[in-house]
């Protein structure tokens, strides 16, 4: 376990305008790492790909293709975009509108034909790259457009989109759309972008515009990744999985979509080492969106708290090392989290009883049953159907919501979980399965709305698998976002970051953390990528969380 120097989790004693620096596709803002790249390798790496295709030809300025400004396709796209449900293709362009889940429209070829190279060259020699990491994306950004007065061809880029593309959509689409927004977004292997709808104050059209012209991979498969992936969503404006349409990048197409409380979208991770994704993305802006109230009314579901289960009560004797049985030890634990409020206890169980509950997890695939853990924009994991453990499995379980396992958090933290003094203590457990691609992100369903004791226990655990961090109370949501809102306020450079980091949960095996975690503290479970090695499988996360 690692922790920063001075943790600000405070251990309970006995004593009774608008971001400017916009992401991709993008959510609102966020508790962010934000920092230049230093290395030079994102600019190194288009480098070398802009030598793989011929000079462009000098261009002063870019040019929308005539196509997309004749009468009779902007008539066409207009009764297509006010069909809501409709899906049709123009047979001259190869325009696509899409109306379900949500209004999205595809036109190829955009620009001029041979431009894109010209804004790809612009971007090697001249765009400055920030890397952006945090619990729902990780890639490079440019700033905006309009702060980079060296840049000629994306300046005059912008125009277009001003003064031509603007108001061309705002026929489209029947929207007032008063000004734009835009920045270059650049994913390379491993980059993604989790699951979101865009919404914030005045967005009203999202648009991505993708650069790939390199030969070959002008226009990229389902296994280089980078798609920009489509969800459903339910009743309640909740995304849903599994995913609905997929867009992969292709060279000078321009995608649009109409912002609401339904437009969940994400960037797939990109797989591919020979390519980056590279777009000129943001939105256009009106009036507050509409639908930004009602979104903000969502509520994401919370953990299930239950009492101490007065009727399986398994002896700590036989699951636990002796070691932490012993007065001695108890007493250490306790002094270490009052001092830290955090500690890792190794080979919590006994070794043989931890192997064959890890055997159980790994080859009992006909009677355990797993769920998929939603909304998409919250969570992405599988827990287990407690009903179908059996075994040791079970025995583990009934251990972490015993009588006897309360009476031991006692005296390690000394909190009232058990005894004279305890009022109603309650718990919740689930056990998880991770694998490539699964994450959770910030958010109020993450938000601990009162002190609780959290206690993390890995089975079959490899690198980079289920990490958690724990997030500083202060890393506050939006005044203007109500609860619900998975987003999160944008912190400029290092110092931020490591201030609302307290604490980061590495996966051992056999290894209990036991967390206490102040009111407002929120954590979330990083993305897991598909470079991660998971030779050994998936991994399992026995994950508890107690209140006095």
């Not at 030598?51 to 009468?71: G, I, W």
């Not at 000629?152 to 689409?173: A, D, G």
């Not at 920009?228 to 404006?237: K, N, Y």
């Not at 009162?450 to 949501?477: C, H, K, M, Q, R």
Request: proline share 5%; hydrophobic share 35%; with cysteine.
């Amino acid at each position: 376990m690692e922790t920063t120097s001075s943790s600000p989790f405070k251990p309970r004693q006995k004593d009774k305008d608008e971001d400017t620096r916009e992401e991709d596709d993008a959510p609102a803002a966020a508790v962010a790492v934000e920092h230049m790249d230093t290395s030079g390798e994102p600019q190194k790496k288009l480098l070398r790909l802009s030598e793989t295709f011929e000079k462009p030809q000098a261009v002063k300025e870019v040019r929308l293709n005539d196509t997309y400004q004749q009468r009779e396709l902007t008539e066409w796209l207009q009764s297509a975009w006010t069909n809501e449900k409709t899906e049709t293709k123009e047979k001259q362009t190869g325009a696509q509108v899409f109306g379900d889940p949500f209004q999205i429209c595809l036109l190829p070829e955009m620009l001029v034909q041979g431009q894109s190279q010209s804004l790809v060259a612009e971007i090697t020699q001249k765009v400055q790259w920030s890397r952006k990491q945090m619990d729902l994306y990780e890639f490079y950004q440019s700033t905006d457009l309009s702060n980079m007065p060296n840049c000629r061809l994306l300046t005059n880029f912008l125009q277009v989109l001003r003064k031509q593309v603007r108001p061309w959509l705002e026929k489209v689409t029947g929207l007032k759309l008063d000004y734009v927004s835009a920045s270059c977004s650049m994913y390379t292997c491993g980059d993604y972008l989790l699951v979101h709808d865009d919404l914030l104050k005045d967005r009203q059209v999202a648009f991505i515009y993708y650069l790939t012209p390199w030969e070959g991979a002008e226009e990229w498969t389902d296994a280089q990744g980078g798609c920009l992936e489509i969800f459903p969503s339910d009743e309640q404006c909740f995304p849903q999985f599994p995913v609905q349409r997929k867009i992969a990048p292709k060279d000078n197409q321009f995608a649009f979509f109409k912002v609401g409380s339904r437009s969940f979208h994400q960037v797939g991770e990109v797989t591919t080492f020979d390519y980056p994704r590279l777009t000129i993305n943001g939105w256009f802006h009106g009036e507050t969106n509409e639908a930004f109230v009602a979104d903000s009314l969502r509520a994401f579901p919370r953990l299930r708290y239950l009492p101490p289960d007065n009727i399986n009560q398994p002896p700590l004797g036989l699951l636990l090392n002796n070691v932490y049985l012993k007065s001695a030890t108890r007493r250490s634990i306790q002094k270490r989290i009052e001092e830290n409020s955090e500690i890792c206890l190794y080979e919590f169980f006994k070794r043989e009883r931890f192997e064959m509950a890890r055997s159980q997890l790994m080859a009992d695939s006909n009677t355990l049953k797993w769920r998929r853990q939603g909304p998409a924009n919250a969570h992405n994991y599988e827990v287990l159907d407690l009903s179908t453990a059996k075994g040791t499995i079970q025995e583990l379980l009934q251990l972490f919501r015993s009588h006897a396992m309360f009476d031991l958090l006692r005296d390690f933290t000394d909190l009232d979980l058990a005894g004279s003094d305890a009022d109603q203590p309650t718990c919740s457990v689930e056990i998880q399965r991770w694998s490539h691609g699964n994450y959770t992100v910030l958010g109020d369903g993450l938000v601990s709305e009162e002190n609780t004791l959290d206690l993390v226990y890995y089975l079959n655990a490899a690198d980079g698998a289920a990490v958690i961090t724990y997030l500083s109370p202060d890393s506050e949501l939006p005044e203007e976002k109500a609860p619900g809102a998975s987003r999160r306020m944008e912190s400029e450079g290092e110092d931020e970051e490591d201030e609302s980091v307290l604490l980061t949960i590495t996966p051992v095996d056999n290894a209990l953390n036991i967390v206490y975690r102040c009111e407002g503290t929120t954590k979330f479970t990083k993305y897991v990528s598909c470079n991660t090695p998971l030779e050994k499988g998936p991994v399992f996360v026995i994950s508890c969380s107690y209140k006095e």
